[in-house]
């Protein structure tokens, strides 16, 4: 069965500090992957999302960013981080079907347990 | 833009009360749609998923929806609600072949036991 590890759990950083949060998926291969921010009253925001190895896709202009080094490998990482970057990081992974194009007809995203960041 | 409009930011309602939750999405192709659930210190959950045929779907724990194209609209609804269903409840849209999934803000319910 498919299982997706997230990495650390919970995370305190001062202002000004680099950020690296880790998602990892097992159990499937070539899945699409997903970075979700989670604030109260303001429901998922999506980050990024990539569709393999080295292809990321920015939804939201700030100073975050993501890389996929491996198939099923998502980090998200900041060189600088800011107060507004507090929350709660979501990774999530879908099934695709490559040669239809998109998240096929019914394939739900499967998501990790977050981490909590809490920039001071 | 594509988006997702969830209208009620918070809903009390007392067990065995009917429960209907709005969703609505700005996109004039086709889509897939979801409704997720969070209950307290656990994981996003699918509840139910439409993608094509009988536009009222059903899902675990008693819930269900009905796609209404006319309307862009997939509310999510449940005869009698419990003490369990206690949790945050998020719609999402899937337009077909792209890769991105769409969140609504949210709709935390709180039943009274």
């Known amino acids: 069965s498919q299982t997706i590890h997230q990495w650390p759990a919970t995370l305190v950083q001062p202002v000004g500090s680099p950020l690296s949060l880790e998602c990892t998926v097992e159990?499937?291969?070539?899945?699409?992957l997903y970075w979700y921010r989670q604030a109260a009253g303001r429901g998922l925001q999506l980050l990024f999302y990539s569709v393999g190895i080295g292809q990321i896709s920015s939804e939201v202009p700030q100073n975050l960013s993501a890389s996929r080094p491996q198939d099923r490998q998502f980090i998200l990482s900041s060189k600088k981080l800011l107060l507004s970057d507090s929350g709660f990081y979501l990774c999530?992974?879908?099934?695709?079907?490559?040669?239809?194009?998109?998240?096929?007809?019914?394939?739900?995203?499967?998501f990790g347990p977050g981490t909590r960041l809490t920039v001071l | 833009a594509q988006s997702v409009s969830q209208h009620n930011h918070h809903v009390i309602l007392s067990e065995a009360a009917s429960l209907e939750l709005g969703c609505n999405y700005s996109?004039?192709?086709?889509?897939?749609l979801f409704w997720y659930v969070q209950y307290p210190g656990q994981h996003l959950q699918l509840l139910l998923k439409y993608f094509s045929g009988d536009p009222l779907v059903k899902g675990i724990k008693g819930f269900e929806a009905e796609f209404i194209k006319s309307k862009f609209s997939f509310n999510l609804r449940k005869p009698s609600v419990q003490w369990s269903d206690t949790a945050e409840y998020f719609c999402?849209?899937?337009?077909?072949?792209?890769?991105?999934?769409?969140f609504g803000k949210g709709t935390r319910l709180h039943i009274l036991p």
């Open positions: 996109y004039g192709g086709t889509v897939n």
């Open positions: 999530a992974w879908s099934r695709i079907d490559r040669l239809a194009g998109g998240t096929q007809p019914g394939y739900e995203q499967f």
């Open positions: 999402a849209v899937n337009p077909r072949r792209d890769d991105k999934i769409i």
């Open positions: 159990g499937t291969s070539n899945p699409n």
